[in-house]
């Protein structure tokens, strides 16, 4: 056996892996909160002028194809490692909420003149339901996604892009809510930290310090609107704080050096007074 051979068999198998241990959590989750009396949605005031698009079901729909070329992306078998735990660690993690703190989508959906995209979202709304909502295991993926294709030399601007169109799509299809987009980045960035890439190499050093601050950056995120919703406009001075770790984190993964040259000057006389 070549390790051509044995390698697409290790995708095949790790990608089959993901997809049962999906369509399980996600079944039992559908039946579970379709057998509640009574299930509750969470929105935001602005959501309501968040425009339906149709043209969007087609990013939509290609997450599912991105779900198996992500598996046939990986470069060796300790990047496929990682991917699997991430995936299983995401799809766990968003059934527990799913059964926990059930929640489904609230608004009605208008109706779609064309007839081709029509197609999807007739398929939708057969076999997708309205509940599993929070997190969304769309975004959750598409960081995911990314984690491996931002290593794609050729085509990783498309595919950044693409997954840009994803995440905006889960919220133009209506098929979910803004507290849903928060969540699973939330769930995806704890995933990175929780399974990390290399920990103990020191060139991705700057890429697990940059998880921590887009953590930081989507729970300030959080916060804030939730104290808008709760308390009042004051939640959005958090939203300072928020973009400030995201810039932070965005210098770290691309190891930019985001202070002025005196300040490394001074923490490299403190590390060379610490040796002496």
């Not at 208008?110 to 709304?125: A, G, R, T, Y």
């Not at 601007?157 to 507290?179: A, C, E, R, W």
Request: charged residues 10%; glycine residues 4%; aromatic residues 20%.
């Amino acid at each position: 056996m070549t390790e051509k051979k044995l390698k697409i068999r290790q995708q095949a198998f790790a990608l089959t892996l993901c997809t049962i241990v999906f369509m399980t959590v996600y079944n039992v989750s559908t039946w579970y909160a379709s057998s509640l009396d009574h299930l509750p949605s969470f929105t935001f005031a602005f959501e309501k002028n968040i425009p339906f698009l149709p043209l969007s079901i087609i990013p939509y729909m290609a997450s599912g194809f991105f779900f198996c070329l992500v598996f046939f992306s990986c470069k060796n078998k300790y990047q496929l490692k990682i991917l699997t735990w991430r995936m299983l660690f995401v799809i766990m993690t968003a059934g527990i909420i799913f059964i926990t703190t059930p929640l489904r989508f609230s608004f009605s959906k208008p109706e779609v003149s064309n007839d081709i995209l029509n197609l999807p979202f007739l398929f939708l709304k057969k076999f997708d339901s309205p509940f599993n909502q929070s997190p969304s295991l769309h975004i959750s993926f598409a960081f995911i996604f990314w984690s491996v294709f931002r290593d794609i030399s050729k085509w990783w601007f498309f595919l950044m892009i693409s997954l840009i169109l994803v995440g905006i799509s889960t919220l133009t299809t209506y098929q979910h809510h803004v507290i849903d987009i928060l969540t699973g980045s939330i769930i995806a960035h704890i995933s990175f930290l929780v399974i990390p890439y290399r920990k103990n190499n020191l060139e991705y050093r700057n890429f697990h310090l940059a998880n921590y601050y887009f953590l930081s950056g989507w729970i300030l995120i959080f916060a804030g609107l939730l104290i808008d919703f709760y308390i009042g406009s004051e939640g959005f001075i958090l939203f300072l704080p928020a973009v400030a770790t995201m810039v932070v984190g965005y210098f770290y993964q691309n190891n930019i050096k985001f202070l002025p040259p005196f300040v490394f000057t001074v923490k490299q006389n403190i590390r060379q007074f610490r040796k002496n």
